[in-house]
């Protein structure tokens, strides 16, 4: 059985190299990675493929940035030429960047199965690219891997078939796990000062902020920023910063005052993984990060009004505080008081749902119909 994944943007990494690491084991799969090249910095892209052991994309379409439509039509166009040529039986795409749309718009249109990893989400915001890319992805997938039942339920009342749902846990989760022992190693508290004299690491906020809603507006950027120059008076806030907002900063004249909010490059996954290990409270808008504060039982600001990922609200150690930046500034006064939300972890997420999917995948294959 040939499969192709394709991948495209940071967060695509994490999920594809337990996915296919768990299909390797498998003797009758040949596996083909595409890379669309919609994130091509060093530091958005190579240097994770060197820290979750992704091998070499065997093909990159090199496609770079440009508007929703150019990036989407760059990747179908340069996609169908690759999928023609090596008729895969199966493509499994993954999570909800234009790349995955585009890849699940190809497929459609050839008749070629479809698998999609992190089925089911919804945050019921249609603004969002990433809902858009959601909502049409899974209406064309044929295997709709699920992390979570709430995105089960999400696909039932959108009319998916339910032989078509599969249930299997959290794919970040795995990488998350098995990538944990190595991060704790990582030197970047040094790097950054953030030990204290006993090498143990101190208190600090850590920051991630990339969305369009947050960063696109200069005056929501400006807000923002000001709100995190406040908490800085109090304890560090450290903030790898994302191109897009380093690059609306510039565009906005923000450049916020020197040495009080850490602002660093984007980091590799080890470094940025021992960093939410030992936060005080992480402050984001990405999917991703919501998730792992949950794992790891880090309190967990949103900066958004909704989230696809209500888990880990209900569940989780997440609270959305839409842009509220007074909200922002109060609710670290209550975790740095104590007052800090209880969390549990979600069912399946276990470090098993790429074995999962193997199973499922290879079960289809054979022609059965897979139990759930
Ligand atoms: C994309 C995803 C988003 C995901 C995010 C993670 C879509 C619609 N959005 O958003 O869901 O959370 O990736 O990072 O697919 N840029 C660089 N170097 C790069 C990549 C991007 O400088 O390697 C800059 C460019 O100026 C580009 C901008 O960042 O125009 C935005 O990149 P793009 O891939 O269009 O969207 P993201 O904001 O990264």
């Not at 191109?243 to 916020?256: E, F, M, Q, Y």
């Not at 020197?258 to 602002?263: D, E, I, L």
């Not at 999917?357 to 289809?364: D, G, H, Q, S, Y």
Request: charged fraction near 20%; glycine fraction near 6%; include cysteine.
């Amino acid at each position: 059985m040939h499969i192709l994944h394709v991948v495209g943007a940071r967060p695509n990494f994490m999920k594809a190299s337990p996915v296919m690491g768990a299909l390797e084991r498998w003797d009758g799969v040949n596996q083909t990675l595409i890379h669309t090249g919609q994130h091509y910095d060093r530091n958005m892209s190579e240097l994770f493929f060197e820290q979750l052991e992704l091998r070499e994309p065997d093909f990159n379409l090199n496609v770079g940035s440009g508007s929703h439509a150019e990036q989407t039509a760059n990747v179908m166009l340069c996609l169908e030429r690759v999928v023609l040529e090596q008729k895969p039986n199966l493509v499994l795409v993954y999570g909800d960047v234009n790349s995955t749309l585009a890849a699940a718009l190809v497929c459609a249109k050839l008749g070629i199965s479809l698998g999609h990893v992190e089925a089911g989400l919804r945050s019921r915001d249609r603004s969002m690219p990433e809902e858009i890319n959601r909502i049409l992805t899974d209406q064309v997938a044929d295997l709709l891997f699920t992390p979570s039942a709430d995105a089960d339920a999400n696909l039932l009342a959108e009319g998916v078939p339910p032989e078509k749902i599969h249930c299997v846990g959290n794919v970040m989760i795995d990488t998350l796990i098995h990538l944990l022992p190595q991060a704790s190693q990582s030197e970047v508290l040094k790097k950054l000062n953030l030990l204290n004299e006993h090498r143990q690491p101190i208190s600090y906020v850590l920051v991630t902020l990339h969305r369009p809603s947050n960063v696109d507006d200069p005056e929501t950027l400006s807000r923002l920023i000001a709100a995190l120059q406040d908490i800085s008076a109090r304890l560090p806030v450290v903030f790898p910063m994302h191109p897009r907002t380093s690059n609306r900063l510039v565009k906005a004249g923000l450049v916020p005052e020197r040495g009080k909010v850490q602002m660093v490059e984007p980091l590799g996954y080890l470094d940025f993984i021992c960093l939410q290990c030992h936060a005080t409270v992480v402050v984001t808008d990405s999917g991703g990060i919501q998730e792992e504060s949950t794992y790891l039982g880090v309190p967990c600001l949103t900066m958004r009004d909704t989230t696809e990922r209500p888990i880990t609200v209900t569940m989780g150690t997440n609270q959305l505080i839409d842009q509220d930046t007074d909200k922002l500034v109060r609710q670290v006064e209550c975790i740095l008081a104590g007052q800090k939300k209880k969390g549990s972890i979600p069912p399946l997420w276990d470090g098993h749902a790429s074995d999962r999917i193997a199973t499922i995948i290879e079960t289809w294959w054979h022609g059965e119909s897979p139990t759930r």
